[in-house]
Structures are given as C-alpha cells and as structure tokens.
C-alpha cells in the first residue's frame, strides 16, 4: 500500500476495522474457553460415573427402602439464554414436598419475599435425605445433565423457573454461561450466603472466568463438601 494511502488512525474505515478484529478475537477466545471447557467436563464426568456407580446404587436402593417412592427428583430448571431443562437429584424429600412448600414459605431463610427458598430445618426432608444433603450426594445425578451438555462442572447454579421469572436484569446474567454442578458461592458457604452476595459472586465469576479459575474452583469444592458448610 502506498504511502498516502494509509488509512488515518481515527478514520471511520480504520474504527470500524479495529472494532472487527477485537470481535474476531473475542469471538474466538470465548469458542477456545468453550471447547476446552466442554473436553474438561467430558472426561471428568465419565471418570466419576464410573467411580461413584457403586454409591449411586446404594443410595437409590437406601431412598426407595425408605418409602418407596421414586428415587430420583425432576425438575424444570432454567439454564444458557433462558433454555429451560429437566434436572435430576437424589430425591431427599418427601414424596408430597411440592404440596407442602407453600405452606413453608412465611419461614424462607432467604426472606419469605425472597427469590430463593431455602429452610435450615425443612421437615419435608427425609432422614436419608439429610445425609446426601450434607454431603451434596443428592446432587451427584447433575452429572448426567453435564455429559449431555445443559450444564457445566463449574457455572452459576441452575435456577428454577419460578426464580427466573422474579429476576431482575442485573440477575438475569447467570444465564450467560452454562449453569454449573459447583460456583464459586458454593465452596464460600452455599445457603448462608444472602441471595444478592451470590449473585454478585457469579457474576464476578462470569466476567473473570478461565480454565485455571474452573480447576481451582473445582480442588475448593471437596474440601467444601466434607465441611458441609450451609448444606441443608
């Protein structure tokens, strides 16, 4: 290119050009995280089935013993952009839990106006379903859920669609990213975290997140689950 045909540095031609490359670059960066991410899950994930299968048959077996209601519990949650999809957990509570609910809100722990429901001594858990609360084995069935790619080893937790339909705009940005197994809230105390500390928490997950964050999150959460810390 000749000399005098060198675009000026602020020119609209040379912005505009700029302003591509950045986006080209963001655009691949972020499908980059992605990928890597995702081959990160897989292998995890199948590694773990395979490690944990003999748990998950004794702990069904133990819940179906109990009262022989269903050992798994679906329900609708909202993930990436909004997508709604079924999520499954070890079933910790009685079989009438959803009946009972509202019944229990004027004792929400999060505010009986609150987003979230959460209740330290909630009697519709079971005896059995204490102790995979405590432990966070209730929620080992999520890996499913991983390996087909609704959600993510590490991301902001799922929420339910109630929850969504009450968020505000700041909140309705956990749904950016693939909704996770563990958060960065999650290994800093889960429920005793007020729900506005969690959001912030994601988000600042969400605008820093990177591979080696996602593994150090990952290495906090077994330390996190065998303290037990605000698992109820």
């Known amino acids: 290119?000749?000399?005098?045909?060198?675009?000026?540095?602020?020119?609209?031609?040379?912005?505009?050009?700029?302003?591509?490359?950045?986006?080209?670059v963001w655009w691949w960066n972020t499908r980059r995280f992605g990928m890597f991410k995702r081959a990160l899950d897989i292998v995890l994930v199948l590694g773990a089935l395979v490690a944990l299968l003999p748990l998950f048959?004794?702990?069904?077996?133990?819940?179906?013993?109990?009262?022989?209601g269903p050992v798994l519990f679906w329900q609708e949650r909202v993930g990436l952009n909004g997508k709604i999809f079924k999520f499954p957990k070890f079933r910790s509570?009685?079989?009438?839990?959803?009946?009972?609910?509202?019944?229990?809100?004027?004792?929400?722990?999060?505010?009986?106006q609150g987003v979230t429901f959460k209740m330290k001594h909630d009697p519709r858990i079971t005896p059995i379903g204490r102790l995979i609360r405590r432990t966070s084995i209730d929620e080992a069935p999520q890996l499913w859920s991983v390996l087909c790619g609704d959600m993510s080893l590490v991301g902001p937790r799922p929420p339910l669609?109630?929850?969504v339909?009450?968020?505000?705009?700041?909140?309705?940005?956990?749904?950016?990213?693939?909704p996770g197994l563990t958060c960065i809230w999650q290994v800093s105390g889960r429920s005793e975290i007020p729900f506005p500390q969690q959001v912030?928490?994601?988000?600042?997950?969400?605008?820093?997140?990177?591979?080696?964050?996602?593994?150090?999150?990952?290495?906090?959460?077994?330390?996190?689950?065998?303290?037990g810390r605000g698992a109820y």
């Open 200 to 227: 912030r928490m994601d988000i600042d997950y969400i605008q820093h997140r990177s591979l080696a964050a996602d593994v150090k999150l990952l290495a906090k959460t077994v330390p996190a689950v065998v303290r």
């Open 1 to 24: 290119m000749k000399p005098d045909t060198i675009l000026p540095t602020h020119s609209p031609l040379a912005n505009r050009l700029r302003a591509r490359r950045v986006r080209l």
């Open 161 to 163: 669609v109630s929850e």
């Open 93 to 112: 509570m009685c079989i009438n839990a959803e009946a009972v609910r509202a019944a229990l809100l004027a004792k929400n722990e999060h505010g009986s």
């Open 165 to 178: 339909a009450r968020y505000t705009l700041l909140e309705r940005q956990r749904l950016s990213v693939t």
């Open 57 to 68: 048959a004794l702990v069904a077996l133990a819940i179906w013993l109990h009262d022989r």
